[in-house]
C-alpha cells in the first residue's frame, strides 16, 4: 500500500458529533450535504468520519463519531452541525479501495508503516470519503482515504 505522511493546514470544519449506530452515518452525511447544498456553501474536502470509538467496534453497537467537511469559509452553525477550527497537523495517510468490510486491514498496515518509521499515532482515526455511498452505487469502486494524526518521534 502506498502512504504518505501529509501536513493538513488550519481548517474551519463544520462537523456533526453523534453516538448512535454507525448505520446511521448516511443520514448524518446527508444532513451535511443537504446543508452545504442548501446554504451554497463553499467546501475543500469530501465528507470525512472521525472514529473515537475503536474502528473495529463500530458495528456492535453505539459508536461515537463525528461526520464533518472541510469549509472554505466562516459558516454559521445550524441544528446539530457545528463550525469549529482544527489546528494544522501531521497526517499518516493510506488508501482503501473497494468495500469497507476489509479496512481494519488497511489500518493495520498503517500502524505498520507508523512502527517502522518511529511515528506516534497521537489521535483518533479519520477516513475521507473520496467515493462512497453518497456519491457511488458500486461498493466495489468506494475509495477512502485513511489518516492517523501522527508526530516523528
Known amino acids: 500500500m502506498e502512504h ?21 452515518l448516511g443520514i448524518l452525511i446527508s444532513k451535511i450535504m443537504g446543508w452545504v447544498e442548501a446554504e451554497e ?19 456492535e453497537g453505539d459508536a461515537v463519531f463525528d461526520v464533518g467537511i472541510v469549509l472554505k469559509g466562516d459558516e454559521d452553525e445550524k441544528d446539530i452541525i457545528r463550525v469549529v477550527d482544527m489546528v494544522g497537523h501531521k497526517m499518516l495517510c493510506g488508501i482503501h479501495e473497494g468495500p469497507t468490510d476489509n479496512i481494519l486491514d488497511t489500518y493495520a498496515e498503517l500502524v505498520d508503516v507508523a512502527q517502522k518509521n518511529n511515528y506516534d499515532i497521537i489521535g483518533s482515526p479519520k477516513e475521507v470519503l473520496i467515493k462512497n455511498f453518497y456519491n457511488c452505487d458500486d461498493e466495489k469502486e468506494f475509495v477512502t482515504e485513511i489518516q492517523l494524526p501522527i508526530i516523528e518521534m
Do not use: C, M, T, W
Request: charged share 30%.
Open 4 to 24: 504518505e505522511v501529509k501536513l493538513i493546514p488550519d481548517q474551519k470544519l463544520a462537523v456533526i458529533n453523534y453516538k448512535g449506530p454507525i448505520e446511521d
Open 41 to 59: 456553501i463553499e467546501v475543500l474536502s469530501e465528507p470525512f468520519v472521525i472514529y473515537f470509538s475503536p474502528r473495529h467496534e463500530v458495528n
